[in-house]
């Protein structure tokens, strides 16, 4: 990337800039290209589009990126690097996604599995030495526990070990997993990067040339191809990417405050927040909390549920990161054991703050 911000990037980094073509890539929607030339087949060899949405993003974390139809699929991919017998330390309730394509490999007896409590820093570092994948999810879905990044990524390990970083909540403005040692950046770019709820797609970033190379190599196999719609509309979304993670991170701490000292709410977790427990270690590397907090309502899940569906500008919704802010009561969606039943999580999206508090403030009654 030019010498250039990340918010300048994002604005600027997708230009076609050739005389007579339009100002922004468009879609190409195509699989198959005119011989002879470079480009034979999409799912081998990408489109304008994907390739103009991986130079976007691997500019920004100074890597290499290779775009997914979805954030599984790229999660999956690095996980079918695994030989059988591989050792994978994973969080103790990663995303319920990558829990069971863990789970998988483990029942098929294919992976020892570690679970690791994200804030056990001795446990990752053992981890690290000794394990061929460790994969880290931080901030973490929906604890927003933060892992100790320059700790771990940082530590020496063998060259045959895999750290892998799902930085989905932190988006790649808030923390730079490569710059503190990480081999691989995973984000879910449906969320922040989309951030408009209109697609699903994801991304891996490296500055492996062989490992991005080999990871190339899976996609085509396994055929995870991003659509030509999703890779325009990925492009479209990130250029206001840091604009709206600066607005919603900013009403997203306000927020929290807000709900920590609401009479109706026990907990707030939020790493922005002096009373979460991995408040130090966050304000250590990260250069923003993000923008997705959970709180725990007075009266567990039947009241959670109550809030849920009294909210009016908030939407009762899954997924998160997107302009408009979500909500659900988390453990309704994924039985996890670690997750409290009437923790709800709240994405903050771009609307007004006053506005967001008058809604959460009365349907909290
Ligand atoms: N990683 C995290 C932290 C997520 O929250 C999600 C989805 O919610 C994913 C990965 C999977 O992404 P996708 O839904 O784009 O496949």
Redesign the pocket.
């Known amino acids: 990337m030019p010498d250039w911000t990340p918010e300048t990037w994002l604005v600027a980094g997708a230009r076609p800039r050739r005389p007579g073509e339009p100002l922004n890539v468009a879609p190409t929607f195509a699989s198959n290209f005119t011989l002879p030339g470079d480009r034979l087949y999409s799912r081998s060899h990408g489109t304008p589009t994907s390739e103009a949405l991986e130079e976007l993003l691997g500019g920004l974390e100074d890597g290499r990126a290779l775009v997914f139809a979805?954030?599984?699929?790229a999660?999956s991919i690095v996980f079918q690097r695994l030989g059988v017998g591989a050792t994978i330390a994973v969080p103790a309730e990663p995303?319920h996604?990558?829990a069971g394509i863990v789970a998988e490999g483990e029942a098929q007896g294919r992976w020892r599995v570690l679970r690791i409590d994200q804030a056990d820093t001795d446990a990752w570092l053992d981890a690290v030495a000794t394990c061929d994948l460790v994969w880290l999810?931080t901030p973490e879905?929906p604890l927003l526990t933060v892992a100790d990044l320059p700790r771990i990524c940082g530590a020496p390990r063998p060259s045959s070990t895999l750290v892998v970083v799902?930085s989905?909540?932190a988006t790649p403005l808030a923390q730079r997993p490569l710059d503190l040692g990480a081999d691989v950046v995973?984000h879910?770019?449906?969320?922040f990067i989309g951030g408009h709820s209109d697609l699903?797609?994801?991304v891996l970033v490296t500055r492996d040339d062989d490992l991005v190379e080999e990871l190339a190599e899976r996609r085509l196999l396994h055929g995870a191809t991003i659509g030509a719609m999703e890779a325009f509309l990925t492009i479209r979304g990130a250029r206001t990417l840091a604009l709206r993670v600066r607005r919603a991170q900013a009403t997203a701490g306000e927020l929290a405050e807000r709900l920590d000292a609401h009479p109706r709410v026990d907990r707030v977790r939020y790493p922005g927040l002096a009373s979460h427990p991995t408040h130090r270690i966050a304000s250590s590397f990260m250069s923003g909390f993000g923008a997705v907090l959970s709180f725990e309502t007075a009266g567990g899940a039947a009241r959670a549920d109550e809030v849920c569906r009294r909210v009016e500008l908030v939407n009762h919704a899954t997924?998160?990161g997107g302009v408009e802010s979500t909500m659900e009561r988390r453990a309704a969606i994924v039985g996890q054991e670690r997750i409290p039943a009437g923790l709800i999580r709240l994405s903050v999206g771009c609307e007004d703050v006053e506005d967001l508090w008058s809604d959460l403030d009365a349907a909290l009654g």
Do not use: R
């Open positions: 979805s954030g599984m699929a999660a995303y996604g990558v999810e879905n799902d989905t909540f995973v879910s770019a449906t969320k699903v797609a994801g997924s998160l």
